[in-house]
């Protein structure tokens, strides 16, 4: 039993670059507020962009998914870019499966 448990991933931090256009000096300290309010967002790594519109951060990503921190600043009011799909991400899907088709 103990064996099994070793190998059960706990902790899975990834780094990465958030675009908020809509990024001021002035809502910095929300932006900051919305996205540590997740237990995972390691705060002490944050780093933001004000000329280049961007936030850069590590967060557990068993803890928080980046979704919830893209909706954590627009429920502020502030945009943020969505990254545009590409063929070689996951969940890109450029055509559908031929049992889901429409006739």
Do not use: H, W
């Not at 002490?44 to 004000?50: N, Q």
């Not at 936030?55 to 954590?72: C, E, G, H, P, Y």
Request: contains cysteine.
């Amino acid at each position: 039993m103990a064996l099994l448990a070793a190998g059960c991933r706990r902790e899975d931090f990834r780094e990465y670059t958030f675009e908020i256009p809509g990024m001021t000096a002035e809502n910095k300290a929300v932006i900051k507020k919305a996205v540590t309010f997740y237990d995972g967002v390691n705060e002490e790594s944050l780093v933001f962009d004000l000329e280049k519109k961007t936030l850069k951060m590590r967060f557990d990503s068993m803890k928080v998914a980046q979704t919830n921190i893209r909706m954590a600043i627009e429920e502020k009011g502030i945009a943020v870019k969505y990254p545009e799909k590409k063929e070689a991400e996951a969940g890109y899907l450029n055509a559908r499966a031929e049992e889901v088709k429409a006739d």
